[in-house]
């Protein structure tokens, strides 16, 4: 390549390619190759103002035949819950709103074109992404419909006698909890999610999947699923901002893992970061969901520091789902007591009778059948003798050998921790515990 002889460039030199530019820029002195880059830079700013790239300002009338034609021919809203517009032909007896997807969107273009419209599918979208069209939050819309409604009744409780349980407090938990639900879709608390959720325990054919979506009124059922993997983590929180109610179907298929970690900590978020199918970005968006669950195992809660997000109920019986649930009746009754202060939370006091409540649904690990088994608890020192954590774990590796082999000390300990009247206490080995061999 043949250096250039000057250091210096004229003001009109001529680029035709990289190539050229390459040559060009060859031996050139700092100074030189900065003012060149600068002359480019205005060159560049010279060009994209003209007004052979500048895009053409639409007339003012033209945009307002694209508004009219579309208003004209459709009903058009903005649903803030699920994040898109929807719409509903004039011309046509239709009372349904369907989104306008990108399909849809086209077709409306297409068909303003043929009728003399001046108007690309970028006109159309931007119209239909601005706040020229009314926004529609479908949940508000229905509980603002019926709260005038109530009759006094108590429908709360008609719908918690229908699930036979031999829970004393099934009733009182559940109003608590139905109140939470509502409470969530309503944004009444910014800082704390509804963390707590029912857990339907029972064989097959005891109607638990039924009852979980009857929960949901007609008008809002697309609110509901029970199609959602706890594996699939960033769908399960979009779900939290999009959907109503989340049943947790076959809860005893997901791991100890995924309930002691991902799924006790998102169950409390009162947001979610999640990126919308077709967003271009993360957003933080507000929770909507609840949680319910369903299981046919009564062993399926794992967590050793206490059950405190979940309540176990194992039916007695089938829920009876022939009792017809006056929908509008039972959210006009939630309205008024959450607009009356009636405490949508569970307090302490609730807290501690829950976690009791769980211990007969703890999923025992095979470290505590083991020392369960080799070793009790202990109240009178004469009787018993204080060990270390390692101390006990090494006398049941010795008796149960590979059965242990997936116990690690940090895990046992804990389990230990939480062991209901293993006394403890703390000394320079660390934290002892009062046990008597078997």
């Known amino acids: 390549m043949k250096t250039m ?38 060159w560049r700013m010279d060009y994209e103002g003209s007004s052979a ?27 803030t819950v699920m994040g898109y517009a929807e719409y509903k032909s004039k011309d046509k007896d239709d009372n349904c709103w369907r989104p306008i997807d990108k399909r849809v969107a086209n077709s409306f273009t297409i068909d303003a074109r043929t009728n003399g419209i001046k108007v690309w599918d970028k006109d159309i979208n931007r ?22 409604l109530w009759d006094g009744k108590d429908y709360i409780s008609i719908l918690a006698k229908t699930v036979k349980t031999g829970a004393p407090l099934w009733e009182r938990w559940f109003r608590t909890w139905l109140l939470a639900m509502v409470a969530q879709w ?20 005891y ?20 199609n959602m993997s706890v594996e699939n983590k960033r769908g399960l929180m979009l779900a939290m901002a999009e959907m109503l109610l989340i049943n947790l179907d076959e809860f005893n298929q997901i791991s100890s893992r995924n309930q002691e970690g991902f799924l006790k900590n998102l169950i409390q978020l009162a947001s979610v970061k999640a990126k919308r199918p077709y967003g271009k970005h993360v957003e933080e968006l507000p929770r909507l969901a609840s949680f319910i669950a369903t299981t046919n195992i009564a062993d399926t809660l794992s967590d050793p520091s206490g059950n405190r997000r979940f309540i176990g109920i194992e039916l007695t019986e089938p829920i009876d789902v022939s009792v017809s649930i006056n929908h509008d009746q039972l959210y006009a009754q939630i309205m008024h007591l959450l607009d009356n202060g009636e405490k949508y939370w569970f ?45 006990i774990l090494t006398l049941l590796r010795k008796r149960y050998g590979t059965a242990l082999k997936n116990t690690n000390m940090i895990s046992f300990g804990r389990l230990l921790a939480n062991m209901p009247g293993l ?12 046990v008597r061999e078997r």
């Open 127 to 148: 119209y239909l992404q601005s706040d020229k069209i009314p926004d529609y939050n479908p949940v508000t819309d229905y509980l603002n419909s019926v709260k005038p």
């Open 207 to 226: 109607n638990k999947s039924t009852f979980c979506r009857s929960l949901i009124p007609p008008t809002l059922q697309w609110g509901y699923t029970d």
């Open 423 to 434: 006394l403890r206490r703390r000394t320079g080995r660390g934290t002892m515990y009062l």
């Open 5 to 42: 002889k000057t250091q210096t460039l004229k003001k009109n030199t001529p680029t035709r390619n990289a190539f050229d530019l390459a040559k060009l820029m060859i031996n050139l002195k700092p100074e030189t190759f900065a003012n060149y880059i600068r002359r480019l830079m205005e």
């Open 53 to 79: 790239v500048k895009e053409k300002i639409k007339n003012p009338a033209e945009t307002t035949g694209i508004i009219n034609y579309l208003t004209e021919k459709y009903r058009l809203r903005y649903n």
């Open 347 to 391: 307090d302490a006091e609730e807290t501690k009778q829950i976690i009791e409540h769980n211990r007969q649904f703890h999923a025992q690990a095979p470290a505590m059948v083991c020392f369960n088994d080799m070793f009790e608890p202990c109240a009178d020192e004469r009787e018993g003798q204080w060990r270390s954590t390692a101390e």
């Open 186 to 205: 309503r944004g009444m608390n910014s800082k704390y999610g509804n963390s707590v959720a029912p857990l339907l325990i029972s064989g097959q054919g």
